[in-house]
């Protein structure tokens, strides 16, 4: 089979957001109608350089680029293919993040970082963070707009503790450093009202973190169904 330069593209994304539905490609622009996304799944299906998930929770089949994709998608984002959960939990996770993607796509965006790209540990007093967003949206002229996709499983202290790790990013100019800017803004995106205003309130007056929590019906935010 002769791969295009968007099948490498399609494989690559495939990897890099873990899986995808067939309206995700649609609306991600890799192609114009349900025929040709349908027809060309089905060749690199069969090729076996993707795999089908069929699941009694989506309305869809989804997407997942498959071991033999090893070979195109780059020594970077291959081992992202090894050992990689399938769980219900997982998949509703992964496809509402690609669904933000999506909506920041279309509101301006020039580009998207994978979590997998911008993944960090630094030392703060000897103390070891990390910060690991589940992507971050470009805009040519606004900068950085770091997402969190939040469905209601993280512990709020847990959370709390990602916002402790973001302010120390940008106080330290680990963000500068890392992420050629010196300052991002986050947007978490959450399940209701009662759990948005109950994670915006873990950020002080006086952070250098801009913080911004809506509900994924605010934002417009199509979210995968909440199966288990």
């Not at 490609?25 to 114009?32: I, K, S």
């Not at 960090?120 to 900068?143: C, H, I, N, Q």
């Not at 050629?180 to 399940?191: A, I, K, W, Y």
């Not at 973190?209 to 169904?225: E, P, R, W």
């Amino acid at each position: 089979m002769q791969l295009t330069s968007r099948d490498l593209q399609i494989l690559r994304d495939l990897a890099l957001s873990h899986v995808l539905s067939r309206d995700q490609l649609l609306d991600l622009g890799y192609f114009t109608t349900v025929t040709r996304v349908n027809t060309r799944l089905r060749e690199l299906i069969g090729a076996g350089l993707v795999k089908r998930l069929s699941t009694p929770f989506f309305t869809q089949s989804l997407f997942v680029a498959s071991s033999a994709a090893v070979e195109v998608v780059g020594e970077r984002v291959a081992p992202l293919l090894a050992g990689r959960s399938g769980s219900p939990r997982f998949l509703q996770h992964s496809l509402s993040v690609t669904s933000a993607r999506i909506v920041l796509l279309k509101r301006g965006a020039s580009a998207w970082r994978f979590e997998q790209q911008l993944r960090t540990s630094f030392s703060v007093g000897g103390k070891l963070m990390e910060v690991r967003p589940d992507g971050v949206a470009v805009f040519p002229e606004k900068g950085l707009l770091a997402v969190e996709v939040d469905l209601g499983h993280v512990n709020p202290a847990k959370f709390a503790e990602k916002l402790r790790s973001y302010e120390a990013f940008i106080a330290t100019n680990e963000c500068g450093r890392v992420w050629g800017e010196p300052s991002f803004r986050l947007l978490t995106l959450t399940t209701g009202k009662l759990r948005a205003n109950h994670l915006a309130r873990f950020l002080a007056a006086d952070s250098p973190l801009i913080h911004d929590v809506l509900t994924f019906d605010q934002f417009g935010v199509q979210v995968a169904s909440n199966w288990s």
